[in-house]
């Protein structure tokens, strides 16, 4: 065992409730290659001790990136001393729910780590504006900056904040609510260089007091963001209150070379305003319209480079029309209510030659006598059937060899069936709790 951990690159807690601390200890001491460590397990952080946390950390000197999460046992010196200890060559730093870092601790392991590229302060709540201005000012080398949950976060503070990072060209403001689409304009400027761009559930709008009200109707001026990175490539948008068809069109103009686009959670988009507003953007390769209950007859323009398309859970859909997606390998129309099957199933006629992965988990209307004629979609290779519990195993004679399929939920299936479907891998049965 030892001997196959010495050459382990990556080892992460994550989802491990039962790991702890000393046993972490006890393993990385057998993994001297290890370059990716993840410390986000929901027991670890919480009981992670400062002399544990650095006794992990320094003996792994070709650590080059570092998760960690809810370590809040430690004060904020004994946190920024451990973090301190970790590999001088560590270049991705992410952090999260550290409610005792502080400014100066920040200060302190920034100073200590002169190749970082990527840092992640995501809900640290300890730290303030001022602080992270001035921690910023040891990490000149950064590319990668996510401040979500810094909801503290004032227009004059952003730019102060991002005049620090020149470099940048990957900025995470998810949640953020106290700077306006013009403030945020304003401090992209120190950025031109940005190529992705993550605001998801901000909040951009010009009047706080009505932006605290759930129900109040908001506006905002996302074209004005959207001038100062013109290069930009990925954007996310998704759940920004107040964006509604005409000021995404207005604002994906100033970003024709855009490949990934978030628009999940929109609910004043619909089937006009999105199909205007994605001319704009011909070089699309992803698209996210998942979860936007206006939408209801889905037509695209012409859109020869998408690949991937999330059309999840859009409450009123009743239609898409793929007829001009002629790249699309991946395609999640599931817990769709409304869906059409047979219209569906006509328009999936269109990627046949291309669609290599298809989700149409939990659709009510999905039946034997409904589901879409699969059998000459040569490159689907991944299907996604799960909680549709009214087909058996005559829906699955509509499939081709696959090599995964998902049908845990369906529960009118037989193993034969599923043995006939020639299936290489069948999700079929739910893991132990």
């Given amino acids: 065992m030892a001997q196959a951990l010495g050459s382990l690159e990556v080892f992460s807690t994550s989802g491990c409730h039962s790991l702890y601390f000393d046993g972490i200890s006890t393993a ?3 993994m001297p290659a290890l370059k990716e ?11 992670l001790s400062s002399p544990a946390l650095a006794g992990i950390l320094g003996s792994l000197q070709q650590l080059r990136k570092l998760k960690l999460s809810w370590a809040n046992m430690m004060n904020g010196t004994h946190l920024s001393n451990a973090l301190t200890s970790a590999s001088s060559a560590l270049t991705h730093l992410h ?5 005792r870092l502080t400014d100066e601790g920040l200060a302190q392991v920034l100073q200590s780590k002169p190749n970082l590229r990527s840092l992640r302060l995501n809900d640290c709540s300890g730290l303030t504006s001022a602080g992270l201005f001035n ?6 080398q950064l590319t990668q900056l996510d401040l979500s949950g810094m909801r ?3 227009n004059e503070q952003l730019a102060n904040v991002l005049g620090q990072v020149p470099r940048l060209a990957h900025l995470a403001l998810q949640r953020c609510s106290q700077f306006t689409a ?3 304009a304003a401090a992209l400027q120190n950025v031109s260089g940005l190529v992705h761009l993550d605001l998801y559930e901000a909040d951009l709008s010009e009047d706080p007091d009505l932006a605290a009200d759930p129900a109040a109707a908001l506006t905002v001026n996302l074209a004005a963001v959207l001038q100062q ?6 954007l996310d948008v998704s759940a920004l209150r107040g964006l509604d068809d005409t000021r995404l069109a207005a604002a994906l103009q100033h970003v024709p070379n855009l490949t990934h686009l978030e628009l999940a959670l929109l609910d004043e988009l619909t089937d006009s305003g999105l199909a205007e507003a994605l001319q704009h953007v011909p070089q699309l390769a992803h698209l996210d319209i998942s979860l936007c209950s206006n939408l209801k007859n889905v037509r695209f323009p012409h859109l020869r480079r998408l690949e991937t398309l999330n059309a999840r859970a859009s409450e009123s ?3 898409i029309a793929l007829d001009n997606l002629p790249s699309l390998k991946a395609l999640d129309v599931s817990q769709n209510s409304s869906l059409d099957i047979m219209s569906l199933g006509g328009s999936l006629q269109h990627v046949s030659k291309t669609l290599e992965k298809l989700s149409m988990a939990d659709l009510q209307d999905l039946s034997d006598e409904n589901m879409p004629n699969l059998t000459g979609f040569e490159n689907l290779r991944d299907l996604d059937l799960h909680d549709n519990r009214r087909i058996t195993d005559a829906a699955l004679n509509a499939l081709p060899v696959l090599d995964h399929l998902d049908v845990l939920g369906c529960d009118e299936l037989t193993d034969a069936g599923l043995k006939a479907s020639r299936a290489r891998e069948v999700n079929q049965y739910a893991p132990p709790a």
């Fill in 135 to 140: 921690a910023l000012a040891h990490a000149q």
């Fill in 182 to 184: 013009e403030g945020l």
């Fill in 95 to 99: 952090l999260s729910d550290l409610n």
């Fill in 37 to 47: 460590l993840d410390l986000s397990g929901p027991t670890v952080g919480r009981f």
């Fill in 229 to 234: 990175v013109p290069v930009l490539e990925h």
């Fill in 317 to 319: 859909l009743e239609s």
């Fill in 28 to 30: 990385v001491q057998h």
């Fill in 152 to 154: 503290q976060i004032s």
